[in-house]
């Protein structure tokens, strides 16, 4: 059934199942990757409360989580200027850092963490995301998990806003035509 945020309407995209699915199989390559160590999963809020949630769930190695506030989305487009609203203040020297995002779509956020999380000597870098819109990203940074691939159109729900509302709904609605 379509639903109404504001003044435009989006109709089901993808269900609740599916997004589980996805991030339990990020999940899964992940732990397999890094199962020896224990990396520390960096949320960016504030769309990716709820992916970082359900990813914890289904993580089952030592692992530590915290997250960073970073923003450049106004409306249904990009500023291209991404402002980091909150950092973390732990010291991450050799450490491997796994950002954990809700969306990829420009790159121009990724592009802002990896100058960040370089600055700061980690051990490794790597970028899981649930969606990834391949149509509108336009950077050269290499995403190392990603969930599902996403056509490029406005998508809300599962943390995801639009103008701050519809980051509670539990499965992900498309903009309509
Ligand atoms: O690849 P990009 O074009 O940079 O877009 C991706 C970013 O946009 C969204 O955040 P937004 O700036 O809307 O802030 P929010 O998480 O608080 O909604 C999303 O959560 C990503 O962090
Ligand atoms: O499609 C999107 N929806 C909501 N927020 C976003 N931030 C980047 N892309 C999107």
Do not use: W
């Amino acid at each position: 059934m379509e639903i109404k945020l504001h003044d435009k309407y989006f109709v089901p995209f993808i269900s609740a199942q599916e997004l589980d699915f996805a991030i339990q199989n990020m999940a899964k390559q992940i732990e397999d990757d890094f199962a020896e160590e224990i990396p520390v999963f960096v949320g960016v809020l504030n769309g990716a409360f709820m992916v970082v949630s359900d990813f914890m769930k289904h993580y089952t190695a030592p692992c530590e989580v915290s997250f960073i506030k970073m923003a450049s989305y106004e409306g249904t487009s990009s500023t291209n200027e991404v402002k980091q609203l909150i950092g973390i203040n732990q010291d991450l020297t050799g450490r491997t850092v796994i950002i954990i995002e809700d969306i990829v779509d420009t790159g121009n956020t990724v592009e802002e963490l990896k100058e960040l999380f370089k600055k700061q000597g980690v051990k490794h870098f790597k970028i899981a995301t649930l969606f990834f819109k391949p149509e509108a990203y336009k950077k050269d940074i290499k995403l190392d998990y990603i969930g599902i691939r996403i056509p490029n159109k406005f998508i809300v729900g599962f943390g995801l806003d639009y103008d701050g509302l519809g980051r509670n709904l539990p499965e992900v609605y498309q903009l309509k035509d």
